[in-house]
């Protein structure tokens, strides 16, 4: 059927397109036929799983078939919508869920790589294609008959013979298409068309700004004495990023995506912690990469649209379709925990002024002091350091005998390296997952090492998204920025790196155990406030005991780490939780304070606008600003997650409780691991879910967990 579709499609892109291959123009018709010979994406990739071949794709590939997949996929759409026969699941849905098999393939790549391997070229590229794939959207949501004939669909779905989870699909488009604005008239669907152009354009721009950003506020050092505090790997990777930016000689201090700098919890130079601070908070206000105005202007635009679509705020628009469905409801779920989590902070804060004043400093705590002292507090409570853990936290080690060394002991899962597979940056590795029989399940990409063109913090995505209509297994990869040291000596991660690591795996084989029939339910393809807490689950295994005495081994003698030194590590899990807290909070109070705007609300200044956010919640702690301000929150504004980044702490209630279940359950062991595999993991947005959380669990989650997690109780 999808042949016979497809077919048709190139049909009418031929009669009703004009803009493809005109039957009068035969050198035209010779050009694009060449173009597509010599185009790996014009075909699926003969690798197994229709892995990419990345030893093929050029940049030049992406244009033309963005392009072409985007006519194609739009002609199919025209096929389905304008089909004589009623409507019908398979003709019309179905129909839908096979099309756009050449833009899929093209964007789920492209896309990838402008997030983890960017250049000039790809960037000028997403620009083009920025109001393009915004237009190409609106096309195919506000169709009025393809609408029509699915609402024929969903108002008759009760009624037909099909399986439960083609019924979940149908209400899962009703709703996208619904949302999309699919029942507006056609004058407020042109508006809506052009608010979506424009945010499209403007969350392009966005993500370039912070990109160019990246590399503009790098601080230079210029004598090596200024780094005290620094280990000799840190300085030399340091100079070895200043040659590579033109400044022989000197040493670079890269600025990571959120407002905390690692390198502050080192840096025995107060001046300098400041400047590199001042450096990360203040990016994107001010200069020729400025994004306040973008800021300003997304909040306003996406309360238009809301308005638009018969809600109050974007915050409202938003949350419907998720499982907290409005902004009250997270409003009360911060509010309760506001106070204890500011008493929790005002702790550390006195405990890290004491140790101030006791280690001669005469000055009051300001946030480029407070990992710096909180490490030595930390130090002088526990009896530890981030110096005397690192040695027992070597990367390779971690991964293989940390990370997927959980995923074999819970899920009978193992990773096999592929080195036979290309990949598109030399630090990146490839391995396949096979399961417990020995059947092979998915293709597994480890991109874990920062790079210039790569975008801040970490992430899991799809190249091949599962689908068993489509007869598609995963192809996954997982995303990180750890400092990679020098040629030749070992990588080591902190321990805040090592849970990242787990938490990614978490989104990875969410993906990857994915066993659905649609593409549209598959693996991480669900409410924003459940996605985090497969990933959040995933995190604690890090801790357990087993888990740990396997991977935190020394990497010179292979010595298990010390007993005392892991009981002072786990002891010290809760230290500074009233900061992390904190910080978390505030940034996620500001995402929904800017999107709960009403459309008639004037553009706002942005730095005014964060700090009346945070004095309203009762946030507004100095030495504790917001993990992102609102000048480089890629998560709230060019990213995903706007309004939503609340969806951590969301989910984090459902992992930590079900985390403490499992343990009651035994802990790490196959039969519990396979009983959350089965109702989490593999059922994608096929159940609702907390009717898949209740299936694992069997009762609705309580916070007291999280509140012991978090150190609350």
């Not at 909070?585 to 999107?595: C, I, R, T």
């Not at 694992?696 to 989650?701: A, H, N, T, V």
Request: proline fraction near 5%.
């Amino acid at each position: 059927m999808h042949k016979t579709l497809v077919a048709a499609a190139i049909a009418a892109t031929i009669v009703v397109g004009g803009c493809s291959i005109s039957n009068t123009d035969t050198t035209q018709a010779e050009n694009v036929t060449m173009i597509q010979a010599d185009n790996p994406f014009f075909a699926p990739s003969s690798l197994q799983y229709q892995t990419p071949n990345f030893a093929d794709i050029k940049n030049e590939h992406f244009l033309p078939a963005l392009e072409q997949g985007i006519n194609e996929h739009y002609q199919q759409i025209l096929v389905i919508a304008n089909n004589p026969a009623p409507a019908t699941f398979e003709n019309t849905i179905v129909a839908m869920e096979k099309s756009g098999e050449l833009l899929g393939r093209t964007s789920k790549v492209f896309y990838n790589l402008t997030g983890s391997t960017s250049n000039p070229e790809l960037r000028k590229i997403q620009g083009i294609m920025a109001p393009k794939m915004a237009a190409h959207s609106d096309n195919i949501n506000l169709n009025a008959a393809l609408f029509s004939r699915i609402e024929q669909i969903y108002n008759s779905r009760e009624g037909l013979e099909i399986s439960p989870e083609a019924k979940r699909l149908i209400e899962v488009y009703h709703q996208r298409f619904v949302l999309a604005g699919a029942k507006l008239t056609e004058a407020q669907k042109q508006q809506i068309r052009v608010l979506n152009e424009e945010q499209s354009t403007l969350t392009n721009e966005f993500s370039q700004r912070l990109m160019r950003l990246s590399k503009e506020i790098a601080v230079v050092v210029e004598d090596e004495s200024e780094l005290a505090g620094l280990s000799a790997t840190a300085i030399k990777s340091a100079a070895i990023d200043a040659s590579a930016a033109g400044h022989e000689g000197k040493y670079l201090l890269s600025i990571t995506n959120t407002t905390r700098q690692p390198v502050l919890a080192q840096l025995d130079n107060r001046q300098l912690r400041q400047q590199v601070w001042q450096a990360s908070a203040n990016r994107g206000l001010t200069g020729d990469n400025e994004t306040a105005s973008l800021v300003a202007r997304l909040a306003q635009l996406r309360a238009e649209k809301a308005q638009l679509l018969g809600y109050d705020s974007w915050a409202d628009y938003r949350l419907a379709p998720q499982m907290a469905k409005n902004p009250d409801a997270v409003y009360k779920m911060f509010g309760s925990m506001v106070p204890a989590v500011v008493e929790n902070t005002q702790k550390e804060a006195a405990d890290i002024q004491a140790m101030i004043t006791k280690m001669g400093g005469d000055f009051t705590l300001e946030p480029w002091d407070w990992a710096y002292y909180a490490e030595r507090v930390r130090k002088e409570k526990f009896d530890l350091d981030e110096a005397s853990i690192k040695p027992y936290f070597e990367f390779n080690r971690v991964l293989e005998d940390g990370v997927f060394f959980t995923l074999k002991e819970l899920y009978g899962v193992t990773l096999t390296p592929r080195p036979d597979l290309p990949v598109y940056h030399p630090d990146v590795k490839a391995y396949e997952m096979f399961d417990e029989d020995g059947s092979s399940m998915a293709i597994f990409y480890a991109d874990y090492f920062s790079r210039e063109g790569k975008r801040g913090g970490a992430w899991m995505n799809s190249f091949v998204g599962q689908s068993e209509l489509l007869n598609n297994k995963p192809v996954v990869v997982n995303v990180m920025n750890i400092k990679k040291a020098p040629e030749g000596q070992p990588t080591f991660v902190s321990y805040s790196e090592v849970t990242t690591m787990f938490h990614e795996m978490g989104h990875g084989t969410h993906g990857m155990f994915s066993k659905v029939t649609y593409p549209s339910l598959a693996g991480t393809s669900v409410s924003r406030d459940f996605v985090e807490f497969p990933s959040t689950f995933e995190e604690d295994w890090a801790a357990h005991p087993k888990v740990l005495a396997n991977y935190a081994k020394h990497y010179e003698t292979g010595e298990v780490i010390p007993e005392a030194l892991l009981e002072k590590l786990l002891e010290s899990r809760s230290f500074n939780q009233g900061f992390d807290t904190l910080e978390y909070m505030a940034a996620a109070l500001v995402d929904l304070e800017w999107h709960s705007l009403a459309a008639d609300v004037p553009l706002q200044d942005v730095a005014s606008f964060e700090a009346s956010a945070l004095k309203k919640h009762g946030v507004d702690i100095k030495a504790v600003p917001p993990r992102y301000r609102s000048s480089y929150f890629a998560h709230a504004f060019p990213g995903g997650y706007s309004a939503s980044y609340y969806a951590y702490m969301w989910s984090e209630i459902l992992a930590a409780d079900a985390f403490a279940y499992v343990q009651t359950q035994g802990g790490l062991n196959r039969e519990i691991g396979m009983k959350y595999r089965k109702t989490i993991r593999e059922v994608g947005n096929s159940v609702p879910p907390m009717d898949a959380y209740k299936a694992f669990r069997g009762q609705e989650p309580t916070t007291d967990a999280l509140l012991e997690r978090r150190g609350l109780n």
